[in-house]
């Protein structure tokens, strides 16, 4: 199958280094600590966090915060309306993707003898759902004010018909070639999530992790940008 036609238009008519289009909301969840809803192209996550809390398990009390998450698949989320049962082998394996991802930025050393959860479900996949996640959480994290290094972000980029692609869809990621999941702290130049489905040339995948790079530094702008909005709106509530 032609996943770039020869105009350079992969099936959805983006070029290859173009994302789909990104979209999010603060707020999503009113009695959550913090929440968000992130959208990248059909793909749609929402993230609640709850905490700094009290530790529920007093034997897991440390002298820094403790960092649950649950990732879960809305039913309705895919063409596949088979029933999936909660907490199967690769929903605990993604929740354990993002919280590692997550504890890499959040500054647990602050809140000692507390815990964190985050709660993420898929709403609605077409691919790159780990990297809508983990793109959620982190608002989530920064509506919560829990204090952080910097904002994780992460992007999806591929390599299909000789060609680097950047953040794909659900079709793309299905098709069997190598692709690579990348989350980073984009300020402090740091990776804290990379996940490769294949072999690729050292020269392919440095385009490859490139490209995924640029794409988590452009979701990283937007993230601010959204940020900065709310923190604007709510400066006018209160009459600032």
Request: hydrophobic share 35%; with cysteine.
């Given at each position: 199958m032609e996943y770039v036609s020869p105009e350079g238009?992969?099936?959805?008519?983006?070029?290859?280094?173009?994302?789909?289009?990104?979209?999010?909301?603060i707020g999503a969840v009113s009695k959550a600590d913090g929440s968000a809803m992130f959208e990248m192209g059909n793909t749609k996550v929402i993230a609640a966090v709850?905490?700094?809390?009290?530790?529920?398990?007093?034997?897991?009390?440390?002298?820094?915060?403790?960092?649950?998450?649950?990732?879960?698949?809305?039913?309705?989320?895919?063409?596949?309306?088979?029933?999936?049962?909660?907490?199967?082998?690769r929903s605990t394996e993604i929740s354990l993707v993002i919280r590692q991802t997550m504890e890499a930025s959040i500054l647990t050393h602050l809140l000692p003898r507390s815990q964190i959860d985050i709660y993420v479900q898929v709403l609605q996949a077409d691919g790159g759902t780990r990297s809508a996640c983990i793109n959620a959480?982190?608002?989530?994290?920064?509506d919560a004010g829990i204090p952080m290094r910097d904002l994780v972000t992460s992007c999806s980029a591929g390599y299909l018909n000789?060609?680097?692609?950047?953040d794909l869809n659900y079709v793309e990621d299905s098709a069997g070639g190598p692709d690579v999941t990348l989350g980073i702290l984009p300020k402090l130049d740091k990776v804290t999530l990379l996940q490769?489905?294949?072999?690729?040339?050292?020269?392919?995948?440095?385009?490859?992790?490139q490209l995924a790079i640029e794409g988590c530094k452009a979701i990283a702008n937007y993230i601010r940008e959204i940020l900065l909005e709310n923190t604007k709106q709510l400066e006018y509530r209160r009459g600032v």
């Open positions: 238009l992969r099936l959805d008519g983006r070029r290859p280094m173009e994302m789909r289009q990104i979209r999010a909301e709850y905490g700094p809390r009290e530790v529920q398990n007093r034997s897991q009390i440390s002298n820094h915060a403790l960092v649950r998450c649950e990732y879960s698949m809305a039913n309705f989320s895919t063409g596949d309306r088979m029933r999936k049962s909660k907490g199967d082998r959480a982190t608002l989530a994290l920064a000789s060609t680097s692609l950047l490769m489905d294949s072999k690729l040339p050292i020269d392919i995948l440095e385009n490859v992790m």
